[in-house]
Every structure is written in structure tokens, then in C-alpha cells.
Antibody, heavy 125, light 104 residues
Framework: QVTLKESGPVLVKPTETLTLTCTVS??????????VSWIRQPPGKALEWLAH???????SYSTSLKSRLTISKDTSKSQVVLTMTNMDPVDTATYYC?????????????????WGKGTTVTVSS | DIQMTQSPSSLSASVGDRVTITCRAS??????LAWYQQKPGKAPKLLLY???RLESGVPSRFSGSGSGTDYTLTISSLQPEDFATYYC??????FGQGTKVEIK
């Protein structure tokens, strides 16, 4: 059974750095077809993709947040870590990690087939 | 970056209705489109991928179609458990803004 579980602080202060950990089970972070993304959702708002790490350790970031994000992984621990610097109240959200799977049918296609339950982060002094 | 625009942003429908949600990409995306359902307080759930492939375990009343820039999610006969917010996503990256399906 494939699962992902987010962990991290519930409350952070403005200007602080947020560090979130996604612990996965049931698949390997070295599987070439798969990677792990972080997505967030502010209260009452839409989903926003933040960052992704590929099996070969390549990374991809949201253009609008790239300067504040760092994603990394520890394959031996089955963990993916996201750091976001200079937190602001507008960063208050539920943060999800999800497995990005892929396939090929004349073109490559990608989708997030397994999600964690999410962790809620509030930014407040 | 490719932008994804969903319409409508919300709709009211009755049990048994046929519901259609549209997702338009700012440029052609070669069917690399997924649809998710999200209920309040829950993580999104994958419904369809590669525009029209039904995820295992998802009821067959959900279907997807489209090509190029325009894609559609159809619920053939709305059930009580289908009232939720639906998102499209391109390439495992950009999400649409969501469509909330409410009870009429």
C-alpha cells in the first residue's frame, strides 16, 4: 500500500523558515517513473503546486515561489523535505505532498495518484 | 508557464443531472491532463489521467475527453457523494482554479 505523510510545525512566525517532511511508504523515491511534489491550499482557495523532486534528484519549482523554496530527498529514509523561507501570513495553508506518476501514450502524461492527508500551517506572530 | 482555466467556477445541480466541467489550457497540452475531486477537509482524489483514463476504483459515471487546449470532465448522472470541488491539472504541475458542484 502506497502512503505519504506530511509532518512539520503547526505554527510559524512571520519571516521564519518552514520545514516540512513527507515520509513515503510502498514505493521507492528512486523509481524512475515517479517523483514527489508539494502542493498547498490556503483556506477556501484553490490548489497551488509548489515544487517537485524527480527520482534522479532533479528539481522543479513554481516560478512565483522559486526564490523561497528548496526541495530535497533522502532516499534511504524515504523522505522528501520542503523548506520555504521568509514565511508570511499569506502562506497560511494546508500543505500536501503527493506522488507524481507518469505514463506514455504517444505523449508523456503525468498525474498525482496518491496524496498525503495534508498538514495545516498557520503563519502568525 | 501554461495556464489552466476552468469553467464554470461553480454550478448547482440535482441528483441525476448530467454535469460538464471544462478546462482550457493556454496552449496545447497533448492530453497530459488529470482531474481531481476534493471534498471539504480532505485531500484531492485522482479521478482521471491522460485526459480520459479512469483511475482504478472510480465510478464509470465519470468520464473525460478533449484534445489540444480544451478538455471536459463529465459526470453522467450526479450522485449525492459527487458534490465536491473538481480541479484539472496539467502535467502534474499547474492546477485550474476549481469548480464547486453544489446541490440545487
Amino acid at each position: 500500500q502506497v502512503t505519504l505523510k506530511e509532518s512539520g510545525p503547526v505554527l510559524v512566525k512571520p519571516t521564519e523558515t518552514l520545514t516540512l517532511t513527507c515520509t513515503v511508504s510502498g514505493f521507492s523515491l528512486s523509481n524512475a517513473r515517479m517523483g514527489v511534489s508539494w502542493i498547498r491550499q490556503p483556506p477556501g482557495k484553490a490548489l497551488e503546486w509548489l515544487a517537485h523532486i524527480f527520482s534522479n534528484d532533479e528539481k522543479s519549482y513554481s516560478t512565483s515561489l522559486k526564490s523561497r523554496l528548496t526541495i530535497s530527498k533522502d532516499t534511504s529514509k524515504s523522505q522528501v523535505v520542503l523548506t520555504m523561507t521568509n514565511m508570511d501570513p499569506v502562506d497560511t495553508a494546508t500543505y500536501y505532498c503527493a506522488r507524481r506518476n507518469s505514463g506514455y501514450d504517444f505523449h508523456y502524461y503525468y498525474y498525482m495518484d496518491v496524496w498525503g492527508k495534508g498538514t495545516t500551517v498557520t503563519v502568525s506572530s | 508557464d501554461i495556464q489552466m482555466t476552468q469553467s464554470p467556477s461553480s454550478l448547482s445541480a440535482s441528483v441525476g443531472d448530467r454535469v460538464t466541467i471544462t478546462c482550457r489550457a493556454s496552449q496545447g497540452i497533448s492530453n497530459s491532463l488529470a482531474w481531481y475531486q476534493q471534498k471539504p477537509g480532505k485531500a484531492p482524489k485522482l479521478l482521471l489521467y491522460a485526459a480520459s483514463r479512469l483511475e482504478s476504483g472510480v465510478p464509470s459515471r465519470f468520464s473525460g475527453s478533449g484534445s489540444g487546449t480544451d478538455y471536459t470532465l463529465t459526470i453522467s448522472s450526479l450522485q449525492p457523494e459527487d458534490f465536491a470541488t473538481y480541479y484539472c491539472q496539467h502535467q502534474g504541475w499547474t492546477f485550474g482554479q476549481g469548480t464547486k458542484v453544489e446541490i440545487k
